[in-house]
């Protein structure tokens, strides 16, 4: 299996990093003795390249890299142990070290019982420089944080800055292109490099078609055709796992979609099995999650949903598909709409022939057949019961 793109090009060393607030955070890192405030925190868009470029640093500088994810934490107790010691204890090998708290949107405040005072104290009391990261930290409860920091805004990257970075990676792989396709995955990545090196792993065998899926201008986060493309047009664990990571739906709408389009998607027999087999034993943990609320199933879930339908093909349908939204609720609708109805017309015959509801259910059949082929009748039926436009359609 071949890496991901994200991780077999991570950059390491800056000059890799398109990024023009790198210089200020190698600065801050240099004279960290020297600053006031005793963190930097990273801020911008996924796929701005904020922990991307700590890690680049880290390796151009020499430094040791301690890295944690802040949604890894529940309480200071848990940050303490891990951040805390690792801010104070030197390296074994006498390096300088470089903390990096990824993420800290992850904190959830009164969930994690004193995660953020807990983080201030810790960045007070290190010896190391820290580095934290976040999408979004205007948060009222990231305020304390915020004034304890200085902060370093990573802006999203422009279609100019991702364009070369594709061709290059394209050159590197000997991956057969269009120019204008290459473009298009740059511009409707929405300045997310990340984003665009996934879309490139996965679209790599249609960078040569004359005819290139449509997809909209990317969100921050993926949409459920694209997240499908990724995991119907790929055999890669990792980018199917991380689509459906990024998507914007829940699961329950991910096994209505894939439901939807699998057939039109995997045309041989068996492929179709095996994609199914993954959907339904995605489904058998579904219910476990609903009778037992144990939800650490969820893990299997997602990977039956991604990797496991993504490997049940044996090679990929180099036809562009356009996948379609999931009719199953609209004709679930549908039914329900003509039960209701069913149920109208039953009652209203029950109380016109002095019968229980059900037994007139039973009969309804026998009046359709008579209604159709006896206008008069139909027209009698109609005055009788007062039946209206809707009841009539369960006579159709």
């Known amino acids: 299996m071949t890496l991901p793109f994200t991780q077999k090009y991570a950059p390491t060393s800056c000059t890799r990093i398109p990024q023009k607030a790198l210089a ?25 390249c904020k922990t991307s470029s700590v890690h680049a640093l880290a390796a151009e500088m020499g430094y040791e890299l301690v890295e944690v994810n802040a949604s890894d934490f529940r309480n200071s107790e848990q940050l303490e142990q891990k951040v805390g010691q690792a801010c104070q204890q030197a390296s074994l090998f006498g390096m300088n070290k470089l903390i990096l708290v990824d993420e800290i949107d992850g904190l959830s405040g009164t969930k994690d019982r004193g995660g953020i005072p807990s983080l201030i104290d810790i960045m007070s009391k290190s010896k190391f420089p820290m580095v934290l990261t976040a999408n979004d930290p205007w948060d009222h409860k990231f305020s304390k944080l915020m004034s304890r920091c200085q902060l370093i805004e990573f802006a999203a990257l422009s279609h100019a800055e991702i364009l070369p970075i594709l061709k290059e990676i394209c050159q590197t792989e000997q991956i057969e292109h269009v120019d204008s396709h290459l473009s298009t995955l740059a511009r409707r ?113 997602n990977d039956l949903l991604s990797a496991g339908v993504s490997h049940a093909k044996n090679q990929k349908n180099p036809v562009v598909t356009t996948y379609k939204e999931p009719m199953r609720l609209l004709r679930t609708w549908q039914l329900n709409q003509k039960s209701a109805g069913k149920l109208s017309v039953a009652t209203k015959l029950a109380e016109c022939t002095h019968t229980s509801v059900r037994k007139t259910r039973a009969y309804l059949r026998m009046f359709h057949t008579v209604a159709a082929s006896n206008k008069s009748f139909t027209a009698d039926l109609v005055r009788a019961l007062e039946l209206d436009v809707e009841d009539m359609n369960v006579f159709q």
């Open 24 to 48: 200020k955070l190698k600065e801050y890192v240099l004279s960290y003795k020297k600053q006031k405030k005793r963190a930097v925190l990273l801020y911008g868009p996924p796929g701005s």
């Open 189 to 301: 990545s929405g300045g997310d490099l990340r984003a665009a090196l996934n879309d490139l792993h996965a679209l790599a065998p249609f960078l040569i078609m004359p005819e290139f899926p449509e997809l909209s201008v990317r969100d921050l986060t993926d949409t459920m055709p694209k997240v499908l493309l990724k995991i119907l047009k790929t055999t890669d664990s990792g980018v199917s796992r991380e689509a459906v990571q990024s998507m914007d739906e829940s699961v329950d709408d991910l096994f209505l979609w894939l439901d939807e389009n699998l057939p039109h998607e995997y045309t041989s027999p068996k492929d179709l099995v095996r994609a199914y087999d993954a959907l339904s034993k995605a489904d058998v943990f579904r219910g476990r999650i609903r009778r037992r609320q144990h939800w650490r199933f969820l893990v299997y879930i």
